[in-house]
């Protein structure tokens, strides 16, 4: 199976802010120095008060943001146009594009002590509604990092995860993807990858591989693996390239429900060379002509 729940590990009691060094190591297989990229990180583990009072028994925000940028690449303004969707892709929000990696991390972490600190008010409520009892709901986790996935000269992805609890039966998890054309310097979507009307032989495609993962004979023995409606599985837009393969990934409650965690899904270029785009990304950098 291609479902993976995946564990969480968050640090605590201490403030971090330095750089991890120079990536030197190959990424997907493939020399992570070929494209002139060099990263370095920005790491954070800080616990958030949600109280004015110096209490360490009182509830508490675990807050954990590992950002890893590039500090060099072909020229200065090639370096800012990346980092700036970087930026942008890690923290979800255009108006952080034009931010420093330090300044969109303070402005970060500011944002979400003050909507944390917002819910004070109703802590005290609370507390006085159940007498002796401790609000146990208040005590949230916030995880977000990225990581390289595979790069070479042309292509780089990433992934983007992030994890929180904010009360409840359960915390929640997403992962989101990011493929950039290093020579155009843009992100990509299925319309660079796919001739016009993919979408539904695309989806086949996807559903016939997850067929393959879970041992289904038909589409709807999914169902009987756990899945929602099959009409619901279908190409999202959240994927990453390698030398081989598209990988798609669907968030919790996509198309399964929680207990299943991110499907995971592959699917082999060689299986898709009836919708690729005869000139597109895959074919240009990883088919050749």
């Not at 020399?31 to 583990?45: C, H, P, R, T, W």
Request: net charge negative; hydrophobic share 35%; with cysteine.
């Amino acid at each position: 199976m291609k479902t993976k729940t995946r564990s969480i590990l968050f640090i605590s009691f201490i403030l971090l802010s330095f750089g991890t060094g120079l990536f030197t190591n190959c990424i997907g297989g493939r020399d992570a120095k070929s494209s002139g990229i060099e990263y370095d990180s920005i790491v954070v583990a800080r616990h958030i008060p949600l109280l004015l009072e110096n209490d360490t028994t009182l509830p508490y925000a675990d807050v954990n943001v590992s950002f890893t940028y590039p500090v060099k690449f072909h020229d200065s303004e090639s370096l800012a146009r990346l980092q700036q969707i970087f930026i942008g892709t890690f923290f979800g929000d255009s108006d952080y594009d034009m931010l420093s990696p330090q300044e969109a991390i303070d402005r970060y972490l500011s944002e979400y002590t003050e909507r944390y600190q917002s819910l004070s008010n109703y802590y005290y409520e609370d507390k006085a509604r159940i007498g002796e009892k401790m609000p146990s709901w208040y005590w949230y986790i916030m995880n977000n990092t990225n990581k390289m996935l595979f790069q070479n000269d042309s292509i780089l992805s990433y992934a983007v995860e992030y994890s929180d609890y904010e009360g409840g039966a359960h915390g929640s998890y997403r992962i989101t993807y990011t493929n950039i054309d290093l020579n155009k310097l843009g992100t990509l979507s299925e319309e660079d990858l796919f001739k016009p009307g993919y979408f539904k032989p695309l989806t086949e495609k996807i559903v016939a591989q997850l067929m393959k993962d879970y041992e289904a004979t038909e589409p709807d023995s999914l169902l009987m693996k756990g899945f929602f409606n099959i009409e619901d599985i279908a190409p999202n837009n959240n994927f990453w390239l390698d030398g081989e393969k598209i990988h798609y990934s669907y968030n919790q409650y996509e198309i399964a429900p929680f207990s299943m965690g991110v499907i995971d899904v592959s699917v082999p270029y060689s299986e898709l060379s009836d919708i690729l785009l005869p000139d597109g990304i895959i074919a240009r950098y990883f088919l050749g002509k």
